[in-house]
């Protein structure tokens, strides 16, 4: 194997055992006016990443009308998660084989579709059923909407255009809780999936008007056996992520889907290695900036999707405040990002991703740390300060660190990174929140043996506060018992932040080995075997 280092950038001759890349799929000359088609593809890519977000904060409220358990509400989000993981996969090769354009648009249809009978849904059994509709066009968008992205902008634009594109990755989970909690508080859950659509059937004129038509590759055979491989390693791992903290991460049923999940993957990298049409060419993990790149997204993702998930706990479990309160708290945190997020794209043109995605890093993690010290009567101001500078690591550093993976990777491979790209996004945000559940979990249960323990009942060492109480009767003792659980889960919160901020911090020496300098345009680099 010959290796070349050149001006600073690596390339290396492929080995002989090393099959040949496919060749770049037909496509249409880059456009110069790409900026309304891009408009498009934001407002799908913000439609479908939105409706996650905004569905954990109705579900109190279905669980009502419904008249169910929580476990059972619960299925809500974790069928859409399930679904959409094995969706992902095959997107790449949907999009070559039936035409980007064509499946971006009856993408967003099928969305739109199943978004009013998920409003219509007349029982939980039906919610559900509808969900899995939904979540079928729901993997499928973002995946067809970088892969789009990457063939009608110029290279030397990416940064710019990812900025934009940012807007719906990661201000969607920020502003979903204040406008679910609005719409909530003031319509009804319903309202939450009607939404969709008239902001869907205008996304889908608007697609059939302005996007480029993009040649298909009709004769582009299915992968079937890498596709069942890997469709069953994600539904195993995201079932086993998803229902760990009920069932007992050490029960036999999660233990044999992690077993499951582990050998399924072992076997599609068998299998991708063996086929001539792969259905995701795992030779893309050849090349280090792009692994590298989703490495660091891991990190941030991780971060974002703690904070997201347990800040609304904590602010309406421990201080009583309402859900659309609750999401005002968070709406800061959306403004910082959507206002940084194309100036970090147009930094990224000039400078390149290494020093955004160390300053972003580095942002990310001390503003997490910052609410690591959480208590049950922190000031609203002091998270909003701490989720304010984290949105300001996500705006400056997110959409760098992916442009900057992305477009290390050949255009032929350009689709399969696009999709391997948005599983690791759900994957790290699912096993990140399964880490940090279970964490949580373990420290409460052992913040609380501590207290209790302090707080002497009987004998010498009795308590007088105790005493006081249980002259109030069971009431006393009731608030009490409030006061402990509410610290105790405060804490352990603080510690979920807490490792949360770590992990960000700990990508910061990954930064390091982004690339520097303006991008180049034209050629694609080579992939680095």
């Known amino acids: 194997m010959e290796t070349e280092v050149a001006n600073g950038r690596v390339s290396a001759a492929p080995s002989d055992r090393s099959p040949s890349p496919p060749s770049p799929p037909p496509s249409p000359p880059v456009a110069r006016g790409w900026g309304l088609p891009l408009a498009v593809l934001i407002v799908g890519m913000f439609m479908s990443i939105l409706d996650i977000s905004i569905v954990n904060v109705a579900m109190s409220a279905m669980r009502k009308d419904f008249g169910a358990a929580t476990e059972s509400v619960q299925w809500i989000s974790t069928v859409y998660s399930l679904t959409e993981g094995i969706v992902v996969p095959a997107s790449a090769w949907l999009g070559a084989r039936y035409g980007l354009k064509r499946v971006y648009i009856w993408s967003l249809v099928l969305f739109t579709v199943a978004s009013a009978l998920c409003a219509m849904a007349g029982s939980l059994g039906a919610l559900i059923f509808f969900r899995v509709v939904q979540a079928i066009p729901g993997g499928i968008i973002p995946v067809t909407c970088q892969t789009i992205l990457y063939r009608i902008v110029p290279k030397e634009k990416l940064g710019t255009a990812m900025g934009l594109y940012g807007v719906g990755v990661v201000v969607a989970p920020a502003i979903g809780p204040a406008l679910g909690g609005f719409l909530i508080e003031y319509i009804g859950w319903r309202a939450i999936f009607y939404i969709n659509v008239p902001v869907g059937i205008a996304g889908a004129i608007a697609a059939m ?81 792009f692994v590298n790149s989703l490495l660091l997204i891991s990190s941030m993702m991780l971060g974002l999707y703690a904070v997201m998930f347990y800040t609304p706990m904590f602010l309406q479990n421990l201080q009583g405040l309402g859900a659309l309160d609750a999401g005002l708290v968070l709406l800061p945190q959306g403004v910082v990002t959507a206002v940084l997020m194309p100036i970090a794209g147009r930094l990224y043109d000039r400078f390149g991703p290494r020093w955004l995605a ?103 060492d009795l308590d007088p506060r105790i005493v006081e109480m249980q002259q109030q009767g069971e009431s006393g003792l009731i608030q009490l018992w409030q006061q402990l659980s509410n610290q105790v889960q405060a804490q352990a919160y603080s510690n979920a932040f807490f490792v949360a901020g770590c992990a960000a911090l700990v990508g910061v020496p990954l930064a390091f080995l982004l690339r520097s300098g303006r991008p180049a345009a034209g050629a694609d680099k080579p992939m680095v075997h």
């Open 209 to 289: 008007a302005l996007l480029t038509k993009f040649p298909a590759q009709r004769n582009r055979p299915f992968d079937l056996a890498g596709f069942v491989c890997i469709a069953g390693a994600l539904f195993a791992l995201l079932l086993a992520l998803e229902e760990g903290s009920s069932w007992g991460w050490t029960s036999y049923p999660v233990l044999l889907l992690f077993a499951a999940a582990i050998n399924l993957l072992i076997l599609f990298v068998v299998v991708e290695l063996q086929v001539k049409h792969p259905i995701l060419d795992v030779e893309v993990f050849k090349n280090w900036p």
């Open 358 to 460: 160390i300053i972003g890093l580095t942002l990310t993690g001390c503003g997490i740390l910052m609410l690591s010290s959480v208590t049950v009567h922190t000031p609203r101001e002091n998270l909003i300060l701490g989720t304010a500078v984290m949105a300001t690591g996500l705006g400056l550093g997110m959409m760098p660190i992916m442009t900057g993976g992305l477009s290390s990777v050949p255009s032929a491979f350009s689709d399969v990174g696009s999709a391997v790209n948005t599983l690791i996004q759900r994957v790290s945000a699912a096993l990140g929140l399964a880490v940090l559940s279970a964490l949580v979990t373990a420290d409460r249960a052992q913040f609380w043996s501590d207290r209790t323990a302090l707080m002497k009942g009987i004998g010498a």
